[in-house]
């Protein structure tokens, strides 16, 4: 995998960047805020869906359909002009109407337009992935909608959920400096579509193939040739873009940051603990930050390191699209939406904290900068007797798996003396010898309760073959313990074992932020399969001939000692925020 340079480079960026860190340092007075969202009541009503269309510059027509505000009296368009939202669909901008989650916006003073992508509903062109091509709509949308759109006052704003959301960030990134786009709000979103979704530790999931089934495909679309169906059918069949090659990296939300920040164009992202990917946008806040301030993308934000309000994140407890289009998420994005398209002054983006998530087991919201919030990590260790020790074995040991006869282990550790806060990624260590050139180990964390209550925090999986480590990428904690191993998962850093090979893996298990109370217990369930897994894994043919039948020891030496490191920070360190950022339930 090739090296990612940092987004800043030459005499004329560090420049920029340092006058960037000195207009921080420069306005302390705009790095607090006491914002707290201020509802408004409906000033408009909403008209009737208007029908149009607009040619891209390959001549492509795509469809799309217009609400504007109106006179809540007399239902006539309202005088005067407003901003312009755009979202778009893939799922079609009619015949039904696709307004209902934008009601709130427009009766609030803005046109909002919802174009079909091309290749799907009623628009021309061939179907795709997200992509450049798709970014490049978009452009040409934002230009329409400032400057031909009847009504509208030539500030444009990008809104949408889950696909709706996702495309914002390709958007962002094709129109250039000085664009008529303003702000965006991808919700639902997610940062890294290889790792993320189409595959999980090497392996392809079922997700692409799934949502290229349920797009309705365009008039001028063949399913059997788009470029959706070519990813498709690389996933299934072990081809080029089963591997994490440079048509990923060209989706890859993290690595269009640096654009997008260049562009000038400010984002404020959501997303779930529950999500098709939890905590999905987090990797996107990440980007952001280090793309504003000339710092590695990938790298985590530490503690007094500098941020900015431009870029904002909610992570709730909530899964994929829930409550999005209620009062409080909806009034959220007005403000957002407010603050850089109406030019009115909020506040809402001089603020210190621009994360904001939602703390699991203590129902509150949080507001930070850093991610993860705390350096401190602890380390515990597979024992014998099914125990999660923070002493490694005195003893040689090993525990059993089968590939065909999938049956977990299971290791806890003794009560927790003390309250701790689980806040970021974590990383479980394997060490293993297979019978198969392959192995796949699923690992799933779980903090179990004084009652034997179980509640999952986080899953992840690898295939042996993938286990090459980019530590450029990789994150770590304490005594600099790994907590989020990075993995190129390309077709060159693939490394199959040799029967009875001792190797070492590394499994990222999805991050979380939860409070866990003195007297619950931690635990890591290792398995062959993935029977709870957040998304279904389908290896290709090529990997599951490496990977049937094969038997699995997993090593408990003092010397090769497998274990799982988590981020834990004392409860005292955070402060609930004064905003509601959305329902806890």
């Given at each position: 995998?090739?090296?990612?340079?940092?987004?800043?480079?030459?005499?004329?960026?560090?420049?920029?960047?340092?006058?960037?860190?000195?207009?921080?340092?420069?306005?302390?007075?705009?790095?607090?805020?006491?914002?707290?969202?201020?509802?408004?009541?409906?000033?408009?009503?909403?008209?009737?869906?208007?029908?149009?269309?607009?040619?891209?510059?390959?001549?492509?027509?795509?469809?799309?359909?217009?609400?504007?505000?109106?006179?809540?009296?007399?239902?006539?368009?309202?005088?005067?002009?407003?901003?312009?939202?755009?979202?778009?669909?893939?799922?079609?901008?009619?015949?039904?109407?696709?307004?209902?989650?934008?009601?709130?916006?427009?009766?609030?003073?803005?046109?909002?337009?919802?174009?079909?992508?091309?290749?799907?509903?009623a628009s021309g062109g061939q179907l795709?992935?997200?992509?450049?091509?798709?970014?490049?709509d978009g452009a040409a949308l934002v230009n329409w909608a400032a400057r031909s759109l009847t009504g509208s006052d030539g500030n444009v704003g990008l809104d949408g959920c889950?696909?709706?959301?996702?495309?914002?960030?390709?958007?962002?990134?094709?129109?250039?400096?000085h664009s008529p786009l303003k702000a965006i709000a991808p919700f639902c979103t997610d940062s890294d579509f290889y790792n993320d979704l189409a595959a999980a530790g090497g392996i392809p999931t079922t997700f692409v193939p799934g949502i290229g089934r349920a797009i309705p495909r365009g008039p001028q679309d063949d399913p059997l040739t788009d470029p959706l169906s070519v990813t498709v059918n690389d996933l299934r069949n072990g081809g080029p873009r089963s591997y994490n090659n440079e048509y990923w990296h060209a989706l890859n939300v993290q690595e269009l940051l640096p654009k997008i920040v260049a562009n000038g164009v400010p984002a404020l992202s959501q997303s779930g603990w529950n999500d098709l990917f939890p905590g999905?946008?987090?990797?996107?806040?990440?980007?952001?930050?280090?793309?504003?301030?000339?710092?590695?993308?990938?790298?985590?934000?530490?503690?007094?390191?500098?941020?900015?309000?431009?870029?904002?994140?909610?992570?709730?407890?909530?899964?994929?699209?829930?409550?999005?289009?209620?009062?409080?998420?909806?009034?959220?994005?007005?403000?957002?939406?407010?603050?850089?398209?109406?030019r009115r002054p909020t506040g809402m983006?001089?603020?210190?904290?621009?994360?904001?998530?939602?703390?699991?087991?203590?129902?509150?919201?949080?507001?930070?900068?850093?991610?993860?919030?705390?350096p401190r990590t602890e380390t515990f260790y597979l024992n014998d007797n099914s125990a999660l020790t923070t002493t490694k074995p005195a003893?040689?040991?090993?525990?059993?798996?089968?590939?065909?006869?999938?049956?977990?282990?299971?290791?806890?550790?003794?009560?927790?003396?003390?309250?701790?806060?689980?806040?970021?990624?974590?990383?479980?260590?394997?060490?293993?010898?297979?019978?198969?050139?392959?192995?796949?180990?699923?690992?799933?964390?779980?903090l179990v309760a004084p009652d034997g209550s179980v509640t999952k925090q986080g899953g992840g999986v690898l295939l042996a073959g993938m286990r090459e480590l980019d530590t450029r990428q990789s994150w770590y904690g304490t005594g600099h313990s790994l907590i989020k191993a990075a993995h190129p998962f390309t077709q060159s850093s693939q490394r199959l074992l040799t029967p009875g090979e001792a190797v070492r893996m590394d499994i990222s298990v999805l991050a979380n932020f939860t409070l866990i109370p003195a007297g619950h217990r931690l635990q890591v369930v290792l398995s062959s399969q993935a029977p709870d897994f957040h998304l279904q894994l389908a290896p290709t043919p090529q990997q599951r001939a490496n990977l049937e039948l094969g038997q699995y020891r997993i090593s408990r030496a003092?010397?090769?000692?497998?274990?799982?490191?988590?981020?834990?920070?004392?409860?005292?360190?955070?402060?609930?925020?004064?905003?509601?950022?959305?329902?806890?339930?």
């Open positions: 995998m090739r090296e990612r340079k940092a987004p800043f480079r030459g005499l004329a960026h560090l420049l920029g960047a340092l006058l960037l860190v000195l207009a921080s340092v420069a306005a302390p007075a705009a790095a607090h805020s006491s914002w707290v969202p201020q509802p408004e009541p409906a000033s408009y009503g909403r008209s009737q869906p208007v029908a149009v269309s607009v040619t891209m510059d390959d001549g492509v027509v795509l469809a799309a359909q217009v609400a504007y505000p109106t006179d809540p009296v007399t239902g006539e368009r309202a005088p005067g002009e407003f901003p312009v939202l755009i979202s778009q669909n893939p799922y079609g901008a009619g015949p039904r109407d696709p307004f209902g989650g934008a009601d709130y916006l427009v009766k609030r003073g803005y046109i909002y337009v919802v174009s079909a992508v091309r290749g799907s509903g795709d992935w997200f992509g450049a091509r798709q970014g490049k889950s696909y709706l959301g996702v495309n914002q960030w390709f958007t962002a990134a094709a129109v250039g400096k999905g946008n987090l990797g996107a806040y990440v980007a952001a930050q280090n793309a504003y301030y000339g710092r590695p993308l990938h790298a985590p934000i530490r503690t007094g390191q500098p941020v900015t309000g431009r870029y904002q994140a909610i992570v709730g407890p909530w899964t994929h699209g829930q409550h999005v289009t209620g009062d409080v998420l909806a009034n959220i994005r007005k403000e957002w939406f407010d603050t850089w398209l109406k983006a001089k603020t210190a904290k621009p994360l904001h998530v939602f703390q699991n087991g203590a129902s509150r919201w949080v507001d930070t900068a850093a991610w993860p919030p705390s003893t040689p040991g090993t525990d059993a798996l089968s590939w065909s006869t999938p049956s977990p282990l299971t290791y806890t550790t003794a009560p927790l003396p003390t309250a701790k806060v689980l806040d970021g990624p974590i990383n479980v260590s394997v060490h293993l010898t297979s019978t198969t050139p392959d192995a796949q180990v699923t690992a799933t964390v779980n003092p010397g090769a000692a497998s274990s799982i490191t988590l981020p834990l920070a004392p409860p005292g360190m955070f402060a609930t925020s004064p905003v509601n950022w959305g329902p806890s339930y």
